[in-house]
């Protein structure tokens, strides 16, 4: 018996994390978000003041932290040396040096491996929805559905701000930016860069409601079983 992977990948802001959790929670599946493990290796890094800049201070001390997450797609939960750093990862600081971070080999092998360890826990039962952004193409290649969610700059920038609260046009503006810095960041690193994998169904979320993408990763998944 083997259960069920499917592998999201996608640029920043896509709507991939909404859409990922509600689609797990449909079909029964676990949810793992990997953008949560490099945000919570990022957060270590400078709660232990290292420069997030200096690639080689990072790698030192990527294997240093116990990152633990856990695949409830209701209730996602990610620790850090037994710290609950959900909201912390959250925050601009993490956000905005989690790229550089994640441009590290060292991290990237650190959280791959547990990645495929999660993961090969999860398909001992109905299966795992995994998101972030070489999902498709290095942790689980093999996957039988992979996804890439894409969507207008702008529209992904109204979004997050809504999310957050902002309503001025300088805080879209600032929030668009650096969702395009992380984009750019993601797509030209040498590691696993974010990529649309072999064999993945590209859907651009723009016109779409988020019940609407949901229904469409459902049916791919039912189209499988
Ligand atoms: O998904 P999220 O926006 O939280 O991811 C934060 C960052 O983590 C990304 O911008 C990227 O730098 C990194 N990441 C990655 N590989 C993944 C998931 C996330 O490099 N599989």
Redesign the pocket.
Known sequence: HSGLVIAV?GT??SG??STCRGAASRLGLAYL???????AM?WFMLEHGVDVHDADAVAARATEPAIVSGTDPLAPTIHVDGVDVGEA?RTQRV?DA??P???VPAV?SR?LEL?RAIIAEAVQGPGIVV?????GSV?APEAPVKLYLTADPAARAARRAAEQGEQDAAAVAATQASLLD??R??SG?AT?P?TMAEGAVHIDTTPYTLEQVIDRVVALAEAVE
């Open positions: 990948d920043s802001g991939k994390s978000d990997t953008g949560a493990m490099f945000r990022t990862i956000t989690v790229s971070v994640s441009t990237r959280l990645q998101e972030g952004r070489d999902i942790v992380r984009d960041i993601d690193r696993a974010l």
